[in-house]
């Protein structure tokens, strides 16, 4: 199973922004898709965005298309989501994940531990 570890949340205020990132350990991207997932307290998870292996993004959440983007580099073996103007039902517990692919039949199996972002003021 492949590892990944997010890092980059934290307590913002409503109208921030904040980058977070998503590193691969033990092995590079290249051949993988990145999917952003959030947890909100008392939701299910939700998907975010997924990053194809050519960089484009595939919105999964109307909420955040216009103030959510996504993007990789794979020479560093890290993916990120870039968050900007962001508002208190934004927060959630982020995750990335790996896939082999953005489409509905594609499973991400390889989960980081999530890290925690709050927008409040």
């Known amino acids: 199973q492949l590892r990944l570890v997010e890092s980059g949340g934290g307590l913002v205020e409503p109208g921030d922004s904040l980058t977070l990132s998503c590193s691969a350990a033990?092995?590079?991207?290249?051949?993988?898709?990145i999917g952003w997932f959030r947890r909100a307290p008392g939701n299910d998870r939700e998907r975010i965005l997924c990053?194809?292996?050519?960089?484009?993004?595939?919105y999964s959440l109307d909420s955040v298309k216009g103030r959510f983007t996504g993007y990789r580099n794979n020479a560093k073996s890290s993916a990120y989501l870039e968050m900007t103007n962001l508002k208190p039902e934004d927060t959630a517990v982020y995750y990335c994940?790996?896939?082999?692919?953005?489409?509905?039949?594609?499973?991400?199996?390889?989960w980081g531990q999530g890290t925690q972002v709050t927008v409040s003021s």
């Open positions: 990053i194809e292996m050519s960089g484009d993004i595939r």
């Open positions: 994940a790996a896939s082999k692919g953005c489409g509905i039949g594609w499973t991400f199996d390889s």
């Open positions: 033990g092995f590079t991207l290249d051949y993988h898709t």
